[in-house]
Each structure stands twice: as C-alpha cells, then as structure tokens.
C-alpha cells in the first residue's frame, strides 16, 4: 500500500503564490502516475493537475499557465506550485498516486484564497 502526506496549504491573498508537497511512503516502488484533485464546497472533485512516471503533465485549462506539478522520484515527493492565485481556486486539494491494483489518497490540504 502507499501511504501520502500533503502539506504545504494555508491562506494567501489573491495575486500570491503557494507550493503544496505530497510525500509518499510504503509500496512506492509501484507507483506509477501522481498528481492533484481539488473540491472546494458543493462542488465536484477535480483534477488540477498529473504528471506520469516519465514526467508527461497535463493541466485543466482552469490552472494552465498559472500551476505546475513536478515530482522527485528519489524524494518520493510531488509538488504543485501554484501562482497568480484566485478566490476560485480555494479548495481542499488531495494528491493521488496511482499503482496498477489501487489510486492512494492523502488526507487533503486547505487552500483558501482571500480577494
């Protein structure tokens, strides 16, 4: 099983920058694509951003231009650089990793964006 910690959330005003990290542990050796989803409240859960084991990205066109996910494979480490904030971008955000039996979750982090 993988196991993942999300940090990195926390309040900013709109216009600011914020990085969240997701650090994985247990069965990391099977893990294959990572990324983020977001849900703000009454809203459908969405995916902000992924990357591949290879580093392939892909990006809603909500958050392109302004996000980019990168991951340290030697780290066991995602990251999700976030600038040019908006209050619509508040949200609680949940890495994911995927293996080929099951897609972990961690816990989620708060983002809130004041305008």
């Known amino acids: 099983q993988v196991q993942l910690v999300e940090s990195g959330g926390g309040l900013v005003q709109a216009g600011g920058s914020l990085r969240l990290s997701c650090a994985a542990s247990?069965?990391?050796?099977?893990?294959?694509?990572m990324g983020w989803y977001r849900q703000a409240p009454g809203k459908q859960r969405e995916l902000v951003a992924g990357?591949?084991?290879?580093?392939?990205?892909s990006y809603p066109y909500s958050v392109k231009g302004r996000f980019t996910i990168s991951r340290d494979n030697a780290k066991h480490t995602v990251y999700l650089q976030m600038n040019s904030l908006k209050p619509e971008d508040t949200a609680v955000y949940y890495c994911?990793?995927?293996?080929?039996?099951?897609?972990?979750w961690g816990q989620g982090t708060q983002v809130t964006v004041s305008s």
């Open positions: 994911y990793a995927d293996t080929i039996v099951a897609r972990a």
């Open positions: 247990g069965s990391i050796f099977s893990i294959a694509d």
């Open positions: 990357i591949t084991s290879g580093g392939s990205t």
